[in-house]
Structures are given as structure tokens and as C-alpha cells.
């Protein structure tokens, strides 16, 4: 176990070297791996057999390919957009990204501070390896609503992380009847274990298709509607920097506001994001959605009273 993390760090080091810099030569991979942090063994250089065959590694884990202009010697990403628009292949050459920054940082590490996630990511790997060999897993859970886990069958379907939280997706063995999957949250598993017993997977599952009209997780509704708001324009500016939904569209300034429409379902999650903006944000449609909106204003006030 120890040898793959130290090949996965290799080849994640290579990945984020070539990607970071765009073009790269062989001697200045060699220059960057013999100053590098998981370079434990302290070697002169990353060697061009060491290259070309962590180059077959990637491609064959991550899809991703490393190509070499033969005019310049110069290595580079293959179809380098590819990454930016694979979620999972960003995530992944981000999130090394940012653990190579912290160990250089070496005595900076307690003046980077990052946010704490979940502890359901431990069960990532289980699921994973599930999916991928079709085999169904053995659940036992606690949602919030109930006083006592319980335990049943579950056929993986996809993950996703949503605000610092991880969730599974799949099919319960004993909700026969329910013909859509459900979403369960990993810090509310109390045990995750594979099982051999295998499972097939719906042709017609799509996980973004799954996703397409929400916000994050919430499915207590998945009908989607044309949701109109407005910000002050100081407060746009968050929104806009950092979209909260795919179908987000800003419309106009005027008068000091700036206006932006969503086609979502107006689920809890939903609502709560557009809550944090406070006064100065207002829902102007649907009515429902409004009416919803300053009915909570209004009881709000009559708290603080």
C-alpha cells in the first residue's frame, strides 16, 4: 500500500508539473523533481524511462495523455481543455495542486488554513471499488430524522460532493418498489462494507441528468422553474464570481441592483443559499417562492420584537 501512494504521489507530481507549466522540457522535470518534496530518495533526476512510463500510468488511470512535440521536445497536456472540462480529472489535478503547495510550504502549514470536510470521505475508496466491480455494498445508517441506524443493501449508482459532504447515490434492495435511487450522506454511515453480490447498472442512470435541476442534494422536489432575483450590486458580485447553479443567467443592471434568473427546483438547499444573502437579496419570481420569502421575513421580525 505504501509503494502505490508513493506511485500515486509520483504520478500526480508529474501530472500537476506538466499542466502547471503548459510546455516543459525533459531536464526541467528533472530540475523540478530533484528539488521536489516527494522526491525521498533524493534523485538527480526524473529519468526519461521514469517519464515515459509514468506517462502510460496516467493515461491509463485517469485518461488523461501526455504528449511530447518531437519538433521541441517540449511535453504537454493532450487536449489540455480536456481536464478543464472533466470535473473529476480538475478535481483531481486541483486537489494535488494544492497538497504539493502545503507541504513546500513547510513552516507556513499552520498559515494556510483550509476548511474542514466530512469524515464520510473514508468510505470513498470501498465505493469506488464497488462501482467499478458492479458489487453491491452493505449499509448501515442513521439519517437525521431517525433515533436508531439501519442497515440494508445497496447498489452503488455515483458519488458527489456537495458543500463539504460526500453522498452516494444508489438503489436501497429494500425499497424494491421505489423506482428512482437514493441520496445518502457519508458522515451518516456508521459502516460501509462490499459485498459479493453483484448488480447492474440502469442504462439510462445519468448522474448529471440525476442532478440537472437541483441545487445540491435536496430531491423533495425535481421540478425546475424560472426563478427571478435581485442583488444589490456589491453582493452580485459574489454570485457572480462563484455561480451557485448551472443555469444561473445575469439579466441586467439597473438602479443599483443586479438581476439574475435560474431554472432550478426550489428546494430547501436552494432556498438557503439564496437566504445567506439576507436584505440584499430579493425574489421577485415565482410569487410562491416571494409570498415564501416574506412570510419568513415576517416572522423574523416578530422574533426580534
Request: glycine content about 4%.
Amino acid at each position: 500500500m505504501a509503494a502505490q501512494i508513493k506511485l500515486f504521489h509520483r504520478l500526480f507530481w508529474l501530472l500537476d508539473t506538466i499542466y502547471s507549466a503548459k510546455q516543459i522540457s525533459l531536464p526541467q522535470i528533472d530540475k523540478r523533481w530533484e528539488q521536489s518534496h516527494y522526491n525521498e530518495k533524493h534523485e538527480h533526476e526524473y529519468g526519461k524511462r521514469n517519464l515515459h512510463r509514468h506517462r502510460e500510468d496516467i493515461a491509463e488511470l485517469f485518461g488523461i495523455e501526455i504528449v511530447c512535440d518531437r519538433a521541441t521536445n517540449l511535453y504537454s497536456i493532450g487536449e489540455r481543455g480536456d481536464i478543464d472540462r472533466n470535473s473529476l480529472r480538475a478535481w483531481l489535478v486541483d486537489t494535488f495542486a494544492v497538497s504539493n503547495m502545503v507541504n513546500l510550504a513547510g513552516d507556513m502549514k499552520d498559515r494556510i488554513i483550509f476548511e474542514e470536510t466530512s469524515e464520510g470521505s473514508r468510505y470513498l475508496s470501498t465505493i469506488v471499488s464497488a462501482m467499478k466491480g458492479h458489487r453491491m455494498l452493505y449499509a448501515t445508517y442513521q439519517g437525521f430524522k431517525r433515533s436508531e441506524p439501519h442497515s440494508f443493501l445497496l447498489a452503488p449508482y455515483c458519488l458527489k460532493v456537495c458543500r463539504r459532504r460526500w453522498y452516494v447515490v444508489g438503489k436501497p434492495e429494500d425499497h424494491p418498489e421505489e423506482k428512482e435511487p437514493r441520496v445518502y450522506a457519508l458522515d451518516r454511515m456508521k459502516d460501509l462494507v462490499t459485498v459479493d453480490k453483484p448488480y447492474e447498472m440502469p442504462k439510462k442512470f445519468n448522474a448529471k441528468e440525476f442532478f440537472k435541476n437541483q441545487y445540491g442534494v435536496d430531491r423533495t422536489t425535481t421540478e425546475a422553474e424560472k426563478i427571478l432575483v435581485r442583488l444589490t450590486n456589491y453582493d452580485a458580485n459574489f454570485m457572480r464570481s462563484l455561480p451557485i447553479h448551472h443555469s444561473q443567467t445575469e439579466l441586467k443592471e439597473e438602479d443599483g441592483f443586479t438581476y439574475f434568473s435560474f431554472y432550478v427546483a426550489p428546494t430547501y438547499d436552494f432556498i438557503q443559499e439564496l437566504r445567506k444573502f439576507g436584505s440584499t437579496l430579493e425574489v421577485l419570481e415565482p410569487a410562491s417562492l416571494r409570498k415564501k420569502f416574506q412570510e419568513e421575513a415576517e416572522n423574523m421580525q416578530k422574533m426580534y420584537c
